[in-house]
């Protein structure tokens, strides 16, 4: 059945990097936008970045433009956020969702904590 | 950016109750409004899409209505495992926003 499974969610300190990892098996993943959205204590969902299904078109939250970056490689079915210049505001989980006319797939979440 | 704001913030009911929540957005946005739940511990589930189309595989207790800036998500015949925190998010336009969510208890 159609799974996606993010990876990549640790601790890591103030002004470092992380690499977030979205996977998914079951369904054409490329053929499917794919977002990442983040749910930090108390604050509810937040949207994050999209990226289209020939990744050639990507958005991102104004919250985190200029610091994360959202690819995809088809050879893998695999979408990556990279994230830089972190703060303790992005800690949250961080869910990956692939969404197309026919279903909205989404993992469990992986947890990002910034801490020192 | 739009602004949605989901009313009420949280609610109680009883199994077996029909509960309604509110969402509403700062400027028009068509029918571009899904509606998602969110129990502790698991995915994100989509309910809803274009403001009342029932995602596949979801129950048809959930029913969704609204356009332009007023919708509403109806959740009948209760159950237990309807306990959650339900969002309304539009996508209108970027950047996508969601409501402060709704959280139901029973």
């Known amino acids: 059945q159609a799974q996606v499974v993010e990876s990549g969610g640790g601790v890591v300190q103030p002004g470092g990097s992380l690499r977030l990892s979205c996977a998914a098996s079951?369904?054409?993943?490329?053929?499917?936008?794919v977002r990442w959205v983040r749910e930090a204590p108390g604050r509810g969902l937040e949207w994050v970045a999209l990226?289209?299904?020939?990744?050639?078109?990507?958005f991102y939250a104004d919250s985190v433009k200029g610091r994360f970056t959202i690819s995809r490689d088809k050879s893998k079915s695999t979408v990556s956020l990279l994230m830089d210049s972190l703060g303790t505001e992005d800690t949250a989980i961080y869910y990956c969702?692939?969404?197309?006319?026919?279903?909205?797939?989404w993992g469990q979440g992986t947890l990002v904590t910034v801490s020192s | 950016d739009i602004q949605m704001t989901q009313s009420p913030s949280s609610l109680s009911a009883s199994v077996g109750d029909r509960v309604t929540i509110a969402c509403r957005a700062s400027q028009d946005i068509g029918r571009y409004l899904a509606w998602f739940q969110l129990r502790p511990g698991k995915a994100p589930k989509s309910l809803i899409y274009l403001a009342s189309s029932l995602q596949s595989g979801v129950p048809s207790k959930f029913s969704g209505s609204g356009s332009g800036t007023d919708f509403t998500l109806t959740i009948n015949n209760l159950q237990p495992e309807d306990l959650a925190t339900y969002y309304c998010q539009q996508y209108q336009s970027f950047p996508l926003t969601f409501g402060r969510g709704t959280k139901v208890e029973i």
């Open positions: 079951g369904f054409t993943f490329t053929a499917y936008t």
């Open positions: 990226i289209s299904p020939e990744g050639s078109d990507k």
């Open positions: 969702g692939a969404l197309n006319t026919d279903a909205d797939y």
